[in-house]
């Protein structure tokens, strides 16, 4: 792939598209494939400790053998707001696109790196990975813990990105 083309990116949960949205194609080292794009939702969604909304830049970071996803968040004055890591299954990147499966646990990081945050585990339990494929369930449950312990070193989010 070249850089500084615009590539779509597919999230899918549960066998359906969740959202699909072009973005800038930045740089792509072979595993790690690094995306910009606005905030391509509609509105504002406050989440009570960040909101996301009209003009916020979010750039991606996808890995094709890490069970998770990257997304370092700013305003559109450059302002980092912080970091939101989705549990994935590996990313899968072609000529025509990036797809990406949500596994509904997602990790929130502040800018500081002083407020760490795990969501959305009650969606994981009830979503039936752990009992339908428990190899990707103990997988995506790692990542999260890895991700998590990452969060909380002097070196955060961003030692992995580098």
Known sequence: MTASRTIPVTLTKAGRTKIRYPAELLADTGDRVTVRAPWAA????????VRFEPG????????????????????GGGVLKG???????P??????????EDLDLDLWVSADGATVIRLDEDEFA???LPETDPAAAAAAL???VALDEQARTPAGLPALLG
């Open 42 to 49: 509609e509105g504002v969604r406050d989440f009570g400790f």
């Open 56 to 75: 916020d830049v979010f750039t991606e970071h996808f890995w094709r053998s890490r069970w998770y996803a990257i997304k370092e968040v700013r305003t």
């Open 83 to 89: 970091w939101y890591c989705d549990i994935t299954r």
């Open 91 to 100: 990313t899968v990147v072609a000529e025509d696109g990036i797809l990406v």
């Open 126 to 128: 009830a979503s039936g």
């Open 142 to 144: 790692a990542a999260l």
